[in-house]
C-alpha cells in the first residue's frame, strides 16, 4: 500500500520518521517552490528521495541531533534500505549509451553483491546520471565522488515473484537516482521507471521504488534503531 499523504511513522523529542509518499520532492528545487515534504514536516532533513522515489526519510527535531546523525552519516553507519520491483532487459533497442561496462550479477540471488561506481550527469539537460568507473574516460570536472570513494549500492538478495525480480538494497549514502541507476546498469531497470526503464511508456506509476527501512542509533540512548514499513512487492 502506497500512501497519498506524508505522514509521521516514529517519533521522539529528537528526531522523526517521515512517510514521503511518490510526486513530491523532498526539498524546493528552486526558490519559492512550495509543497515540498519539509514545507510538511518542520525539521532538518537528514537525507533526500528522488521525486518519483516513496519511503522513509529522517528528521532531525534540535540541532543537537542533526550534529549526531550527520556524524553516523559521515562515518557510514547510517543505513537505508529499499526493495524494487524490476524487469530483465531483454531486447537489443535498450540503449546502453553512457554506461560503462556492466558487473556480473548472477550470483546476486544468493549472495550479497555490492555495486560500485562513481557518477556523472548525462543526457538533455542533464537530468539523468551513468556510473563512472574509469576517471579518465570522462572529464574530470563532471565525476561526482562519495567523500573520495565509490558509491555503493549492496543488493541482499533477489526473489522472483510472478515473472518479476524484486530487489532488496543497502545504501549509506546517495546520490541522486544512485539506486534506479545502479539497477539499470545491470539490466534490471526498476518497474515505472520514466528515466531509465525504456518500457515505462506501457506502464503505470508510480515508480516501484520503496525506501522500507532506516537503520541507525539513538541520538539520546545509543540504542540501535530499525524503523521499517513493509517492503514493495508485485
Not at 511513522?9 to 520532492?25: G, L, Q, R
Not at 522515489?53 to 537505508?80: C, M, P, W
Not at 543488493?155 to 549509506?172: E, P, R
Request: glycine residues 6%; proline residues 8%; neutral net charge.
Amino acid at each position: 500500500m502506497i500512501l497519498d499523504n506524508p505522514s509521521v511513522i516514529e517519533e521522539t523529542s529528537d528526531y522523526a520518521v517521515v512517510f514521503k509518499p511518490p510526486k513530491i520532492h523532498s526539498v524546493p528545487l528552486k526558490q519559492g517552490e512550495s509543497g515540498t515534504l519539509v514545507d510538511w514536516y518542520d525539521g532538518q532533513l537528514m537525507h533526500r528521495l528522488d521525486y518519483e522515489t516513496h519511503g522513509l526519510v529522517l528528521f532531525a527535531k534540535n540541532q543537537k541531533s542533526y550534529i549526531f546523525f550527520k556524524d553516523l552519516q559521515d562515518r557510514g553507519e547510517f543505513v537505508k534500505e529499499y526493495s524494487a520491483v524490476c524487469t530483465a532487459l531483454c531486447t537489443e533497442n535498450d540503449s546502453q549509451a553512457g554506461f560503462p561496462p556492466s558487473p556480473d550479477c548472477s550470483l546476486a540471488a544468493a549472495h550479497p553483491l555490492t555495486l560500485m561506481s562513481y557518477f556523472r550527469p548525462y543526457g538533455p539537460g542533464r537530468k539523468l546520471v551513468r556510473p563512472v568507473i574509469n576517471i579518465g574516460s570522462v572529464p574530470n570536472k563532471e565525476v561526482v565522488k562519495d567523500n573520495g570513494g565509490f558509491y555503493r549500492t549492496e543488493i541482499l538478495n533477489i526473489q522472483k515473484i510472478k515473472g518479476k525480480d524484486i530487489f532488496t538494497v543497502q545504501i549509506k549514502r546517495g546520490f541522486r537516482h544512485q539506486i534506479r541507476c545502479h539497477l539499470r546498469w545491470i539490466g534490471y531497470p526498476i518497474f515505472n521507471d520514466p528515466l531509465y526503464n525504456s518500457a515505462s511508456a506501457e506502464q503505470v506509476p508510480p515508480l516501484a521504488l520503496r525506501a522500507h527501512a532506516l537503520f541507525f542509533t539513538d541520538p539520546s540512548t545509543g540504542e540501535y534503531r530499525e524503523c521499517r514499513i513493509d517492503p514493495i512487492m508485485v
